[in-house]
């Protein structure tokens, strides 16, 4: 089964992000809703998605200046979508210019809508490349973990979910929910014992191929990549 699509709505007009939020959610997608950009800028710092649909007008902090911040402050190469009622060549210069990779103006066809977020998927998909930490990388097309100078090792499906989200993470810990809630995309529900299972058999993998644990339990909170030189 193909992994959902995870989409961060942020809209102030409830009942356009319902009505977004009923037709995608009765398709392929796992989907975060957020009213206003500071909300949503907390949401984009703990969770990882695979396209923004992002309101230009918006309480608190303003779509143009979220864009602005996702591809500044956190370094965010994730697909923007914003939606706005300013048709202007020069609104959209100015969401281009932000970072937007789309601009969709309302009133919109929601079929539409979904044509592009899946278009900017594809297209996200194909870019991915090795994300890289210290000494340790990550290739998200081919799910191999490698160790600069050192051996490298293909990863199973969700070995591949959990190594990925701590890289990204690093050095921060990750807690044993957003864990649990990345491998359900893909398992289905997950719960604390099936977590357990699946890092014990990443730690005895890891152990063989690179020699090292590279998973650091944080007691109580969740798990933490760390560098060979740390164990």
Do not use: W
Not at 3 to 14: A, G, H, K, M
Not at 151 to 156: C, M, N
Not at 204 to 227: C, H
Request: glycine share 8%.
């Amino acid at each position: 089964m193909d992994r959902l699509i995870r989409v961060l709505i942020v809209e102030d007009q409830l009942q356009l992000a319902e009505n977004i939020m009923e037709y995608l959610g009765e398709q392929r997608y796992a989907l975060d809703f957020a009213y206003d950009g500071l909300t949503a800028l907390h949401l984009l710092g703990v969770n990882q998605y695979d396209v923004i649909i992002l309101d230009v007008m918006l309480p608190a902090l303003s779509g143009i200046e979220l864009c602005r911040k996702v591809r500044g402050e956190l370094g965010s190469s994730t697909p923007i979508i914003l939606v706005t009622a300013r048709s202007e060549v020069e609104d959209k210069m100015e969401g281009f210019e932000s970072g937007a990779d789309d601009y969709l103006v309302k009133p919109f066809d929601l079929r539409e809508l979904k044509a592009r977020i899946e278009a900017l998927h594809r297209r996200s998909s194909v870019r991915k490349k090795t994300i890289r930490a210290g000494v340790l990388g990550f290739d998200q097309g081919t799910l191999t973990l490698s160790v600069e100078g050192g051996p490298s090792v293909e990863l199973g499906s969700s070995g591949a979910v959990i190594f990925e989200t701590l890289i990204k993470r690093y050095p921060s810990f990750v807690s044993y929910e957003e864990l649990m809630a990345e491998l359900s995309v893909k398992d289905r529900e997950v719960d604390a014992h099936t977590l357990r299972t699946h890092i014990y058999n990443l730690r005895r993998l890891l152990k063989i191929t690179v020699n090292a644990d590279l998973i650091r339990t944080i007691r109580g909170r969740g798990y933490r990549l760390i560098q060979p030189d740390e164990e």
